[in-house]
């Protein structure tokens, strides 16, 4: 089992450029959530997608925007990017409707983004 | 809305030796989990120990322990025989049950390191 899997790992972006980054869920897993952790910082919460659907919301702008496919994986979309949008992307999945803990969340090890 | 609180951003410990995390957090629910993550240097979150609310017992996983005080609304994470492995960001979380609102919100963190 591969676990959770981002790509890429690190990547550098100009200010107002657009970034995609990716996530593969666990084997199993339905459910992918995203996380913005800025250096130092606990993650912050941005959206939820579940049957291919953003399900849940944290405060964050329309400028972050994402998407589930019928196979689970996701995407994170952050359009005219900011300094201030340097950070950690964490991708966690979790599942609705097996395991022992129903929806604990299992994590990818992150892509690295930082605006310039 | 769910708040959890680290207080302490630094911790030290001697190898072999004995530390407890403190974290605090706010919910008017009575059915959730709390959870203390680990992340190394590797950037990947690493769960180490989950607390479900409905369960009065602590739980224990080898070395690692919680003293949960509902009523208080405290979650601490005691690390026994601390081993040089252990040096990393630790993070206390909490979740609601899964389902709609199945985010995790995070503290941010203590890092603790372990003195050889």
């Known amino acids: 089992d591969a676990g959770v899997t981002q790509s890429p790992t690190h990547l550098i972006k100009t200010r107002g450029q657009q970034v995609t980054l990716r996530c593969s869920p666990k084997?199993?897993?339905?459910?992918v959530s995203w996380y913005q952790q800025a250096l130092g910082q606990g993650p912050q919460f941005i959206f939820q997608?579940?049957?291919?659907?953003?399900?849940q919301r944290g405060n964050f702008p329309d400028r972050f925007s994402g998407h589930q496919f019928p196979n689970y994986s996701s995407e994170l979309n952050v359009n005219a990017l900011l300094l201030g949008d340097s950070a950690l992307y964490l991708c966690?999945?979790?599942?609705?409707?097996?395991?022992?803990?129903?929806?604990?969340?299992?994590f990818g090890q992150g892509t690295r983004l930082t605006v310039v | 809305a769910q708040t959890v609180t680290q207080s302490q951003p630094e911790m030290s410990v001697q190898e072999a030796e004995t530390v407890t995390l403190s974290c605090t957090y706010d919910?008017?629910?009575?059915?959730?989990?709390l959870f203390w993550y680990k992340q190394p240097p590797s950037r990947q979150m690493i769960l180490v120990i989950r607390?479900?609310?409905?369960?009065?017992q602590n739980a224990t996983e080898n070395r690692f322990s919680v003293n949960f005080q509902k009523a208080a609304k405290s979650f601490s994470l005691k690390i026994s025989d601390s081993q040089l492995g252990d040096a990393a960001m630790y993070f206390c979380?909490?979740?609601?049950?899964?389902?709609?609102?199945?985010?995790?919100?995070f503290g941010k963190g203590i890092t603790l390191s372990v003195r050889p």
């Open positions: 966690a999945s979790s599942s609705r409707t097996w395991g022992q803990f129903k929806g604990e969340a299992f």
């Open positions: 084997s199993g897993h339905d459910t």
């Open positions: 607390q479900e609310a409905y369960k009065q």
């Open positions: 919910t008017s629910e009575s059915d959730y989990y």
């Open positions: 979380a909490y979740r609601r049950p899964t389902g709609a609102n199945s985010k995790l919100t």
């Open positions: 997608y579940y049957e291919e659907e953003e399900r």
